[in-house]
């Protein structure tokens, strides 16, 4: 199971650290994703990683805002959020599926825990 933490309200261009905490081993293939659902929109990809090689794959609209990461001794992975801006206030889920970080379907990652909430004012 996944547990997503960190989220809170902040202005626009400040930052914020959103982490994914993992129950039980994680295994070198698996991938761990970030995925935000803004009220009435459809959960949209932010970026995965996986666990055994560090490949990250990140969604257009937070390339060069994001950095994702893995903390092995934790279990957790990081999401590094900077300059933020409203349009990325959502609730933020964090999932996970044996394979390519490259995979943007949220219907292809499973284990959801409950999200956190980002909202970004201007």
């Known amino acids: 199971q996944l547990q997503a933490s960190g989220g809170g309200s902040v202005q626009a261009g400040d930052s914020l650290r959103l982490s994914c905490a993992a129950s039980g081993r994680i295994f070198s293939s698996t991938s761990i994703g970030w995925f935000r659902q803004a009220p009435g929109k459809e959960r949209e990809f932010v970026a995965s990683?996986?666990?055994?090689?560090?490949?990250?794959f990140y969604g257009d609209s937070v390339k060069g805002r994001f950095t994702i990461s893995r903390d092995t001794a934790e279990n957790t992975v990081v999401l590094q959020m900077t300059s933020l801006k409203p349009e990325d206030t959502a609730v933020y889920f964090c999932?996970?599926?044996?394979?390519?970080?490259?995979?943007?379907?949220?219907?292809?990652?499973?284990?959801w825990g409950q999200g956190t909430l980002v909202t970004v004012s201007s």
């Open positions: 990683i996986n666990w055994g090689d560090r490949r990250a």
């Open positions: 999932g996970l599926r044996v394979g390519s970080p490259r995979i943007t379907e949220a219907a292809d990652y499973r284990n």
